[in-house]
């Protein structure tokens, strides 16, 4: 099958179900006749910039982009799941409710902010990487801000 052919799959299969994993969006291509390795399927879904995103019950689904566009932006999310940061040296890691933390890593990346470098996202942890060390406390405190754990 044609990665076209696969892509076109996979989106389908997205629309039609809430998958939560990986391995769930694998055994729904399985069960449609597409057998699908987990390094070609993480492939796909960085290619067609799937997201994770959670719903109101704090559970989390892959995403189409435009989706994700209609949802809230970092400032409505992190009060919702933010947990706590902490900065070490180049690097914030911060700490989400379960499922949270691609949603809340893709806002930190649409802030577009001077001082972050990147961002890599897990379930529920992000691993801010800076360009100063001098920038973690200040992204750290804005952070918190927006999340509401700090006063104004």
Known sequence: ????????????????????????????????????TQATLSRDIRELRLVKVPDAEGASHYSLPEEWESTPPLQTLLPMLFQSAEGVGNFLVVKTLKGGAQAVALGIDWEEWPEVVGTLAGDDTILMIFRDAGAVPVVQQRLEHMAGVLAT
């Open 1 to 36: 099958m044609s990665k076209r052919a696969r892509h076109t799959k996979v989106l389908e299969i997205i629309k039609q179900h809430r998958v939560a994993s990986q391995e769930g969006l694998r055994e729904l291509l399985h069960a449609q006749g597409t057998e699908v």
